[in-house]
């Protein structure tokens, strides 16, 4: 197995509301930590009254304080939506919070619909090139300042905050490879491009002072529980879930049903069918097969697993199964 790690989205179930999706985010930080998890990451959307982490840093504040040792990080900060300069001051006020666990993602996706990026933005005519320049811009701010450096970021200069680039296309992919970092590709809701950004990326890898060689974490959607059939009706949740933000209807997280099927017609299943492509749902045994089979396929050097589940503790139980699954 590889090393595992796990993106929370911050759920808001129906009948729950921002602070305890929050709270519980913290709860299953501390799990995974206990657990022996990697990293924990978490995500920047906006106007999705399903997901309470819009102000990424400041949820990630609330993670840290809440663990020891546990890397944490955003996965990822949607570039485009902010200036460099907030970034890595935001993610610097978290390094030196939590010295040598912080780490952050970069994507150029809004993060959102239209009509929210240009709230964030208030101009959205900025030209493909400008998410390269933004990055290394940002990467800078985290390093020593120079003599006569007028524009420093207190805090986050000298931090040196590891950075990763994210992308479902060969573009992130491309620009990872050039600057020589990670790659994180969102598999788990945007699969289709996987196997050619990888190949992209691995054969364009230039090493660099962050890194030697290329590595790649793949997004993966894992459902576990005491029983195949209890996974897959956990696993509805999402589902609901996935087919409501794809119809334009974004809401809070559904609770499970016993008629999926009943309620999908051709469009839903395609839809389904193509955002949850990379999906392990079953229990512990079927877990483990499934992540086997994940890993021989695509040859990931670690994986970022997330799941949508309706029910707190059973979230909770779906992730320690996933770590016996996988032997940590």
Request: glycine share 10%; net charge neutral; charged share 20%.
């Amino acid at each position: 197995m590889v090393p595992l790690s796990i993106l929370d989205l911050s759920p808001v179930p129906e009948g729950s509301d921002v602070g305890q999706a929050l709270r519980n985010s913290a709860d299953l930080a501390r799990h995974a930590e206990g657990l022996g998890y990697g990293r924990f990451w978490m995500a920047e959307h906006h106007n999705m009254p399903g997901i309470a982490s819009a102000a990424t840093a400041v949820a990630l504040a609330h993670v840290g304080a809440a663990t020891q040792r546990i890397r944490i990080g955003a996965g990822g900060i949607m570039l485009p939506n902010h200036a460099p300069l907030v970034v890595a001051e935001q993610f610097g006020t978290l390094a030196a919070l939590h010295p040598g666990r912080v780490e952050l993602g970069l994507g150029r996706a809004p993060g959102t619909d239209q009509i929210a990026a240009h709230a964030l933005r208030r101009n959205l005519a900025a030209d493909e090139g400008q998410f390269p320049r933004d990055v290394v811009e940002l990467m800078n701010y985290f390093r020593p300042a120079q003599p006569g450096q007028r524009l420093r970021a207190v805090p986050g200069e000298g931090q040196e905050v590891p950075i990763w680039i994210l992308g479902s296309s060969t573009f992130g992919a491309q620009l990872a490879a050039a600057l020589g970092l990670p790659f994180a590709f969102a598999s788990h809701f945007a699969p289709q491009m996987m196997f050619e950004a990888m190949t992209v990326y691995r054969q364009g890898f230039r090493p660099s002072e962050q890194l030697s060689a290329p590595k790649v974490m793949l997004g993966l959607n894992v459902i576990a529980a005491e029983t195949d059939e209890e996974a897959r009706f956990l696993f509805t949740s999402q589902q609901q879930s996935v087919l409501n933000l794809r119809s334009g209807r974004p809401g809070k997280l559904p609770p499970p049903v016993e008629d999926m099927a009943s309620r999908l017609d051709a469009r839903g299943e395609a839809i389904l069918r193509n955002a949850l492509a990379c999906a392990v749902v079953g229990s512990r045994e079927t877990v483990r097969q499934g992540l086997k089979a994940f890993i021989a396929e695509t040859g990931a050097d670690e994986l970022m697993a997330t799941g949508m589940i309706y029910d707190h503790e059973k979230r909770k139980r779906s992730f320690s199964l996933l770590a016996e699954a996988a032997g940590m």
